[in-house]
C-alpha cells in the first residue's frame, strides 16, 4: 500500500474537513532532524497537518511555527521527553537502542509519547515507538508506519490498546488542525467540537 492510499484508508474514518496542509519546509526539516521523514508523515502533513483527534491524541508539528493563541505542540520537545524515559526507565538496555535513534510525531491524553525509531537508514520502514505512561510496558514497538498505526488505532484493531487512554468509542473520529483549533478558541468555541465554550478565549488578548 502507498503512502497516499494509507492516507486515503484513514481518511475513511477519519475525515480531513477540518485538516490543513502544513506546508512544511521540508529541506529544512530534514537539515534540522539530521535525517529524512518517512512518506506516509509528510502524505499525512500534506493533507491533515498538525492537530488532535478526538482531543485525545495529537500529531505533531516537525519544525515550530508561532500559534495564533499558544504555540502549537512540536516535535523537538516531546522528542526530548521521551529520550529521557528511554534512559530513565531502561529502554536503551531493554532494546540495545540509543536515546538520538527515537523521534516523537505524537503524543496522547494519557501522556503516551509516540515515536519512530529511526535504527533503520531507510524511514518508511521505521516502526512505531510507543512510550506509555500506564500501558503494561513503558515502551512497546509496533512493526507499522505511523499512519498504519494511527488506522488500526483508530479503528480499535488491536486487541489490548497500545496507549494508555480510549480515544475511540465506536462513534465519530474527528480531525482538528491546530490553527482550526486556536481560531475556535479566539471565538469562544470549544476547540474541538467547535461548539460554544464559556471558557473559550478567556486568555484571548
Not at 115 to 132: A, N, Q, Y
Request: aromatic share 12%; with cysteine; hydrophobic share 40%.
Amino acid at each position: 500500500m502507498t503512502e497516499n492510499a494509507r492516507i486515503k484508508a484513514l481518511e475513511q474514518i477519519m475525515p480531513a474537513t477540518h485538516g490543513a496542509d502544513e506546508d512544511v519546509d521540508w529541506p529544512a526539516a530534514e537539515t534540522a532532524w539530521g535525517t529524512r521523514f518517512p512518506a506516509d508523515f509528510i502524505a499525512f502533513m500534506g493533507r491533515f497537518g498538525a492537530g488532535s483527534i478526538n482531543g485525545e491524541a495529537s500529531i505533531l508539528l516537525p519544525m515550530p511555527k508561532p500559534g495564533l493563541q499558544w504555540d502549537p505542540a512540536e516535535m523537538a520537545e516531546e522528542t526530548e521527553n521521551a529520550r529521557q524515559m528511554w534512559v530513565a526507565e531502561g529502554g536503551r538496555s531493554a532494546f540495545d537502542v540509543d536515546p538520538e535513534a527515537i523521534i516523537a510525531w505524537g503524543v496522547t491524553g494519557g501522556s503516551d509519547i509516540l515515536c519512530w525509531l529511526t535504527s533503520d537508514p531507510d524511514p518508511d520502514r521505521w516502526p512505531v515507538l510507543v512510550c506509555g505512561r500506564h500501558t503494561a510496558d513503558s515502551f512497546a514497538v509496533y512493526p507499522y508506519g505511523m499512519a498504519e498505526f494511527l488506522y488500526l488505532l483508530c479503528s480499535d484493531e488491536f486487541d489490548v490498546s497500545p496507549v494508555s487512554i480510549t480515544f475511540w468509542d465506536g462513534g465519530h473520529l474527528s480531525f482538528v488542525h491546530w490553527r482550526k483549533a486556536q481560531r475556535r478558541w479566539q471565538e469562544g468555541r470549544n476547540p474541538e467540537t467547535g461548539e460554544p465554550d464559556p471558557y473559550a478565549g478567556e486568555f484571548t488578548d
